[in-house]
Nanobody, 131 residues
Framework: QLQLVESGGGLVQPGGSLRLSCAASGFTLDYYAIGWFRQAPGKEREGVSCISITGDNTAYAESVKGRFTISRDNAKNTVYLQMNSLEPEDTAIYYC????????????????????????WGQGTQVTVSS
């Protein structure tokens, strides 16, 4: 059974940090770019970050640049999102998703934060930033 499971969410004060994990089971992430998305109450789901199969290329939403870092460990079949200097505006449910890529050079070295491109989605983990 193919699954993505997020963990690491919780309640933190403004300026604090959280590290989210996305663990895959039932399939290997070696053929997938990974994206992180988030959805706040009353808002559309938006892309936060993505990482290529190789891990050498990443992208970030402007609102999180300099504060969030995405990384992956293919040996552990896991992707991470380190979130620093958290703000109340970061409060949302965070989802990870896997995008099957063709294993050309371009396919292995690019990613995109386009919801329709992703094949598998986790159930989400709540991040709340509040004093």
């Amino acid at each position: 059974q193919l699954q993505l499971v997020e963990s690491g969410g919780g309640l933190v004060q403004p300026g604090g940090s959280l590290r989210l994990s996305c663990a895959a089971s039932g399939f290997t992430l070696d053929y997938y770019a990974i994206g992180w998305f988030r959805q706040a109450p009353g808002k559309e789901r938006e892309g936060v970050s993505c990482i290529s199969i190789t891990g050498d290329n990443t992208a970030y939403a402007e609102s999180v640049k300099g504060r969030f870092t995405i990384s992956r460990d293919n040996a552990k079949n896991t992707v991470y999102l380190q979130m620093n200097s958290l703000e109340p505006e970061d409060t949302a449910i965070y989802y990870c998703a896997a995008d099957r890529r063709i294993t050309t050079y371009r396919g292995r070295n690019t990613c995109a934060m386009i919801r329709g491109e992703y094949d598998y989605w986790g159930q989400g983990t709540q991040v709340t930033v509040s004093s």
